[in-house]
């Protein structure tokens, strides 16, 4: 593990720390970080561009004029796109610009980008920043003594600290809480500050996706001799991918959906835990996928059973207008 000096808000040496070699020492992968930034970008667009076509806009539906005789080109209709006021041609439209990220790709894009930083020397740990109260000269001066320039991006633990009331009005720091560091922020800054308890490990607050990425909650921590991670009827996903005996359920942490044996998306689901029974599924916050839910229900509605005929007897005729049974005229018969 690559060794680094511990300051404190003072800017003094307080000791070593070492930073894990599957975090900050891994070789940056450039075209991954730039899939995942592209990503993380183009989540963040609206998508609500808009322009009319010929057929949306005001007025022309009328001929302008008549077909011969004037020596112009003959026209239709004034909403086409070489008028001005027409329609535009090949315009854009709402659309969606998001783009799935696989969480594998999120964690090891954040990776290189640390890993990058700290190749250059611009990974500072510090064990504390001991602020009295909020104040913008103190966090100044740490900075200073620090002996950080440019762009620097502090590592919290909440935005209502001392520190990061400090830190948020200088314009040149960017705060951002532990469990949401993410590869852009990384890149767009120079220096990254960790506190010691926030540093990042292997197995540790790097695993929490970040808000950009569909605002998901915290994973819960796995411990290797855990075998329930989601209570009674649950069972973590064994080493060969396997299904545990006893646990035919799929779930998905991402989505927080369960999938059962014989559905549509059962083969096509990497497990992240294995549940029991749908009950159990369910306890622990798992919902079945809204068509299935759907199936199930209209499934489980009863059939609508036809009223059997009532037989007419001999002498007795259906009125027409009432529709009821009455005996038969003996005039008529």
């Known amino acids: 593990m690559a060794q680094i000096t511990l300051k404190n808000a003072a800017g003094k040496d307080a000791g070593h720390v070492e930073l894990d070699d599957a975090v900050f020492g891994v070789q940056p992968n450039v075209p991954l970080m730039h899939q995942v930034v592209t990503a993380q970008l183009a989540r963040r667009r609206a998508g609500t561009q808009s322009t009319k076509t010929r057929s949306e806009v005001r007025g022309g539906g009328a001929k302008p ?94 935005f209502e600290t001392a520190p990061a009331l400090s830190f948020r009005n200088l314009p040149e720091v960017q705060l951002i809480k532990v469990g949401e560091l993410n590869a852009y922020d990384v890149l767009c800054n120079d220096w990254i500050v960790f506190e010691q308890e926030h540093l990042p490990v292997a197995d540790g607050p790097i695993k929490t996706e970040p808000d950009a990425y569909g605002k998901a909650e915290p994973l819960p921590d796995i411990e290797p001799g855990d075998t329930a991670p989601y209570g009674a009827g649950s069972h973590a996903p064994l080493e060969d991918g396997s299904e545990p ?89």
């Open 65 to 158: 004029y008549r077909q011969k005789g004037t020596g112009n080109a003959r026209q239709g209709s004034t909403n086409s796109p070489h008028y001005t006021g027409g329609g535009i041609a090949l315009g854009p439209k709402p659309r969606d610009y998001s783009q799935r990220t696989p969480k594998k790709m999120i964690k090891a894009a954040l990776r290189s980008a640390l890993s990058d930083r700290a190749s250059e020397g611009k990974v500072i740990v510090v064990d504390g920043w001991n602020f009295a109260g909020p104040k913008t000269r103190d966090a100044r001066a740490a900075l200073a003594a620090l002996g950080v320039d440019g762009r620097v991006l502090v590592v919290i633990e909440s």
């Open 245 to 333: 005996a006893g646990y035919p359920i799929k779930g998905n942490a991402d989505s927080m959906l369960y999938h059962v044996p014989g559905s549509s998306h059962y083969e096509r689901t990497i497990a992240e835990v294995w549940f029991a029974t749908p009950e159990a599924a369910e306890a622990a916050g798992f919902a079945l996928p809204p068509s299935q839910a759907e199936a199930a229900a209209a499934a489980d509605e009863p059939e609508a059973e036809d009223e059997p005929d009532t037989p007419i007897e001999t002498g007795h005729v259906i009125d027409a207008e009432t529709g009821e049974v009455e005996p038969e005229d003996e005039d008529q018969s």
